[in-house]
């Protein structure tokens, strides 16, 4: 089946620590993506990367690191200098990065600040 | 800049009603519009998308969109609610800023439906 994988589905960090979430694709995109979501709050856009090797900063960068080393994956680390991480953490790709390009989720990530 | 404004942070209906979740938007060219739906602690699952083809946009599930130009809506319907389309609904503006596919999300609005 070709999708979008995030592990964990749950995480709980304490303070201080740095996490990393997973995002994997079978789909064969070279573009990918990574938005949090807050409760009553659309998505907001952290990191995207357009091609391996490359990457650049969203809205929301400030206290998130990521790497595209292969096409297939997208890991985010959440760092120490996010002041406020517990959210929901959405992975997207798409095809490329035209504007009618659909993104595609994967089906989440919770992280929560212990 | 684009932007994106959902009418209605809640939405209230029986089970084989009529349903309809507003959405106005803002785009200084002929955007690419979007409508998501998220289940409770799942990702989004794409309704259906407008992209300046036929104004009228059917989806999955018998949902439905028009494109206004000239009111600036992409109003979401569907003619008949099923218990399983209760879940939070998402319009979604292309935005080209920066030369890439930077998607700006509306707050969401939140559809529940009653027996």
């Known amino acids: 089946d070709g999708g979008i994988t995030q592990s964990p589905k749950y995480l709980f960090r304490k303070e201080g620590q740095n996490v990393t979430l997973s995002c994997e694709q079978n789909?064969?995109?070279?573009?990918m993506y990574w938005y949090r979501q807050d409760p009553g709050q659309g998505l907001r856009l952290i990191y995207y990367?357009?091609?391996?090797?490359?990457?650049q900063k969203g809205d929301i960068a400030e206290g998130y690191s990521v790497s595209r080393e292969k096409k297939e994956s997208f890991p985010l680390t959440v760092t120490s200098a996010q002041k406020n991480p517990t959210a929901f953490y959405l992975c997207?790709?798409?095809?490329?990065?035209?504007?009618?390009?659909?993104?595609?989720f994967g089906p989440g990530t919770r992280l929560t600040v212990l | 800049a684009q932007s994106v404004t959902q009418l209605d942070s809640h939405v209230s209906v029986s089970e084989g009603t009529p349903v309809l979740l507003r959405c106005n938007y803002s785009s200084s060219y002929s955007p690419s519009l979007f409508w998501y739906v998220q289940h409770p602690n799942k990702g989004l699952q794409l309704l259906l998308k407008?992209?300046?083809?036929a104004t009228l946009v059917k989806g999955i599930n018998g949902f439905e969109a028009e494109f206004k130009k000239s009111e600036t809506s992409f109003h979401l319907t569907k003619p008949s609610a099923h218990m399983s389309d209760a879940a939070e609904y998402f319009c979604?503006?292309?935005?080209w800023g920066g030369g890439y596919n930077k998607l700006i999300f509306g707050a969401g609005t939140r559809l529940a439906v009653h027996p």
């Open positions: 789909l064969n995109h070279d573009a």
């Open positions: 979604v503006v292309s935005d």
């Open positions: 407008y992209t300046s083809a």
């Open positions: 997207a790709s798409s095809s490329r990065t035209g504007g009618t390009d659909t993104q595609y």
């Open positions: 990367s357009q091609i391996v090797n490359d990457f």
